[in-house]
């Protein structure tokens, strides 16, 4: 029996399979790109020479020999000269151990703010990914009712399936009867006219096991190329729904989804 729009199915076309005549389409959102946390970041103040050969572990400081020989500070007066060279070796004591000191704070406080650096990093691909995320699933919201226009158009079904972290699964699904339609949506209305008139001559030959064949050999061209084209059409609706949305959708036939999705999922959960 014909169908509405005028398509002949073939009465054995159940023997390709429902999962034929689906696929999938996989919104992943994309992070920005941020500074690897294990890289320092240089701040103004790093350019100041801080002895780049420092340790990062804390320095043990230098003693700092403020006292000199007990005989040299005995209470009885000093001459002008002794006394003189006394007061320089205590001055040049003290300099050393504040030097020793400076060095030793400046590398303590180099490594706190690379440690501090890295915190902020990490908290920054955490927010970012988060509102990316957020934005998508907008985005999606605002997308899909012209989506479901389009798929409608074809006789074709798409709904949301799944939703976790930064992956959106789409399960998209055709009809055998609207053939002819995806054929004219891929390939043009001159490869669609010709496919209807081959299976109207077939049917009146009564070639049902031909017509089936024919089907199934058109079947693949047609999938690959409407997943092609709805994939495309549904990144640059969103695109165009949020600007700045970073987001790319992979679509799969229904044979490689379940081993897509959790290579995917194991891959994000090894990553937190």
């Known amino acids: 029996m014909d169908t509405a729009n005028g398509e002949t199915p073939a009465k054995n076309l159940t023997s390709v399979g429902s999962s034929a005549y689906s696929f999938y389409l996989n919104i992943v959102v994309l992070d920005h790109i941020l500074p690897d946390p294990s890289t320092p970041v240089r701040n103004a103040s ?12 804390p320095e043990v400081l230098p003693e700092v020999n403020l006292a000199p020989a007990a005989e040299e500070l005995s209470l009885s007066p000093a ?21 020793g000191i400076d060095k030793s704070f400046r590398s303590n406080m180099r490594g706190l703010s690379q440690r501090s650096q890295n915190v902020s990093t990490k908290a920054a691909a955490f927010v970012a ?19 479901e226009q389009h798929a409608a158009s074809l006789e074709l079904t798409i709904g949301k399936r799944f939703n976790q ?7 998209v699904g055709l ?10 949506d891929v390939d043009g209305e001159d490869a669609a006219e010709h496919y209807r008139s081959a299976m109207s001559t ?50 799969l036939e229904e044979s490689e989804e379940a081993r897509w999705l959790f290579t995917f999922m194991e891959f994000q959960a090894q990553m937190k």
Do not use: Q, W
């Not at 972290?165 to 399960?171: E, F, S």
């Open 46 to 57: 790093d350019d100041v020479d801080m002895d780049n050969d420092a340790p990062k572990s």
């Open 202 to 251: 077939l049917k009146l030959m009564g070639a049902t096991e031909t017509m089936g064949s024919l089907e199934r050999e058109m079947l693949p061209k047609v999938r690959t190329g409407m997943m092609e084209k709805l994939s495309d059409l549904l990144v640059t609706t969103m695109k165009e729904k949020e600007k700045g949305l970073e987001i790319e959708c992979i679509a």
């Open 175 to 184: 009809k055998a009867a609207a053939m002819g339609k995806y054929i004219e």
């Open 79 to 99: 001459p002008p000269k002794k006394f003189e060279k006394v007061l320089n070796k205590s001055l040049h004591g003290l300099k050393e151990g504040m030097d």
């Open 165 to 171: 972290g930064k992956v959106i699964v789409l399960h």
């Open 129 to 147: 990914s988060k509102t990316m995320v957020t934005r998508a699933l907008t985005s999606l919201k605002k997308t899909m009712p012209e989506m």
